[in-house]
């Protein structure tokens, strides 16, 4: 009696499909922005509980920060989808880095 036979296994069964994940691009920038704007929010909220009179101040140190870590990970990120031939991704997160970068530079010119 053979292996198979014994224990009842089908050839057919050997080849499982394998489901590709796909994340939809809008749902991944959706999540990108989210988790930046949700940061920026926790910490100017805990620092002006903390601090009263400071909280704003160091707030904005900690987002600026957390924004320039931010910005590195979405660059990474997208040479990770470009090598990766998901080309959709790459490029939305290369637009949104490119707003965001034009957006900041537009702040930090009025500013100064």
Do not use: C
């Not at 990108?32 to 909280?55: C, P, Q, T």
């Not at 904005?60 to 957390?66: A, G, H, I, P, V």
């Not at 031939?85 to 034009?102: D, F, P, R, S, W």
């Amino acid at each position: 009696m053979k292996f198979n036979e014994m224990f009842d296994i089908k050839e057919s069964e050997k080849e499982l499909p394998q489901k590709k994940e796909e994340m939809d691009v809008g749902k991944n920038i959706m999540i990108r922005l989210g988790v930046l704007i949700g940061a920026i929010i926790l910490f100017f909220v805990v620092l002006s509980i903390m601090d009263k009179h400071s909280g704003a101040l160091g707030a904005l140190y900690l987002s600026m920060y957390f924004y320039g870590i931010w910005l590195i990970y979405m660059v990474l990120e997208t040479v990770v989808w470009y090598v990766l031939k998901k080309n959709e991704q790459g490029t939305a997160n290369l637009i949104v880095i490119i707003i965001l970068v034009l957006l900041s530079a537009l702040t930090l010119y009025n500013f100064a």
